[in-house]
T-cell receptor, first 114, second 111 residues
């Protein structure tokens, strides 16, 4: 079974721009969560989507948003980029709603804001 | 708020020795405790997990123990090998499935 995939793998953007990242979960997995990884703050939860609905949200500003499509693929959008948004953005998929709590990560999108 | 503390931040062991990484969580509602291994430039990889109704779980050279009363859980790696060198993250989650991660432990296994 193919793993979680994310596109693009690398992005360079300028302050003030916006960006959209994509995540395709493992086949049959219906929940997608997004995490931000930085050297200073570590791994931080952004939000989770299941059945095209945001189920949970972390402590990030409203510039960070997401959505999920009927095929469980998810996108994350960051508007008005700031230098501090430079990070590795990881998504993780989970079977949901029943089944295990295990989350499996994609390879991430490395975002650099200049 | 929810918090997971992880120690040590770096750990260097000789090949063949054991390594222990410890985590403490703050949220009493946490009931799921996974451990991830992240090699340089790679994705976090789930290596073992434990639920709150279990005190210990073992998978070959890796084991995890949980003390719910003290809100501690630990990762034990025996007979370490150079390929065990990586950053290890503990995490805790409640029924919301939101993973709260520790700050990571950089493990170096010296040949």
């Amino acid at each position: 079974k193919a793993g979680v995939t994310q596109t693009p793998r690398y992005l360079i953007k300028t302050r003030g721009q916006q960006v959209t990242l994509s995540c395709s979960p493992i086949s049959g997995h219906r929940s997608v969560s997004w995490y931000q990884q930085t050297p200073g703050q570590g791994l931080q939860f952004l939000f989770e989507y299941f059945s095209e609905t945001q189920r949970n949200k972390g402590n990030f500003p409203g510039r960070f948003s997401g959505r999920q499509f009927s095929n469980s693929r998810s996108e994350m959008n960051v508007s008005t980029l700031e230098l501090g948004d430079s990070a590795l953005y990881l998504c993780a998929s989970r079977i949901a709603p029943l089944g295990g709590m295990e989350q499996y990560f994609g390879p991430g999108t490395r975002l650099t804001v200049t | 708020g929810e918090n997971v503390e992880q120690h040590p931040s770096t750990l260097s062991v000789q090949e063949g020795d054991s390594a222990v990484i410890k985590c403490t969580y703050s949220d009493s509602a946490s009931n799921y405790f996974p451990w991830y291994k992240q090699e340089l430039g790679k994705r976090p990889q789930l290596i073992i997990d434990i639920r709150s109704n279990v005190g210990e779980k073992k998978d070959q050279r890796i084991a995890v123990t949980l003390n719910k009363t003290a809100k501690h859980f630990s990762l034990h790696i025996t007979e370490t090998q150079p390929e065990d060198s990586a950053v290890y993250f503990c995490a805790a989650a409640d029924s919301s499935y939101k993973l709260i991660f520790g700050s990571g432990t950089r493990l170096l296994v010296r040949p």
